[in-house]
Structures are given as C-alpha cells and as structure tokens.
C-alpha cells in the first residue's frame, strides 16, 4: 500500500471530523455549520493549490448562498404577512 501525502492524511482527517459533526448534529443548524466548516477547509486547500479556481469557486457559491438567502427572506415575509392576517381575523371575531 502507498503511503498517503499529507494532503490526503488532512483530508482524511477533514472528513472523519465532518463524519462526527455530521453525527452529533441535532439541528439542521448544526449539520449546516458542519458542512461549512468542511467547504471552508476545502477552499482553504484549493487556495493554496489553483487560487483562480478557489476565487471562482467562492464567487459562485456567494451567488449561491444570496439566492437561497433572497428566497428565505421571501419564505419569511409571507409567513409573517400570514401570521399578521390571521391575527387580524381573530381580533375582527372577537369584536
């Protein structure tokens, strides 16, 4: 058997400490802030290796991660806009 690089020995000890997060997590917080902290790591070891793909990479998961924060705060607006018409209702019916 080959003997692992280094890169392959933190990666392999990346992934074993996402593996455990990934495990523990209890929330869907805690598994999200597990997965960025591997993304990050990665990142970290694409930097190092082709910085003008580790740059593209990041530009497009910027572009990712407002999309998906754009649609959140819609999820959230309606969902308080709902809350307020259904408050609204109530206070009509206790008139």
Do not use: F, P, W
């Amino acid at each position: 058997m080959a003997r692992l690089t280094r890169a392959q020995i933190r990666q392999e000890a990346r992934d074993e400490e996402y593996e455990r997060r990934k495990n523990k997590a209890t929330t869907g917080r805690e598994l999200l802030d597990a997965a960025l902290d591997l993304l990050l790591a990665e990142l970290t070891d694409l930097s190092k290796l082709l910085a003008r793909r580790e740059d593209e990479a990041c530009r497009d998961l910027a572009q990712s991660i407002e999309s998906i924060a754009n649609e959140t705060r819609k999820e959230a607006d309606d969902e308080r806009k709902n809350q307020v018409t259904v408050r609204q209702q109530q206070h009509l019916r206790r008139r």
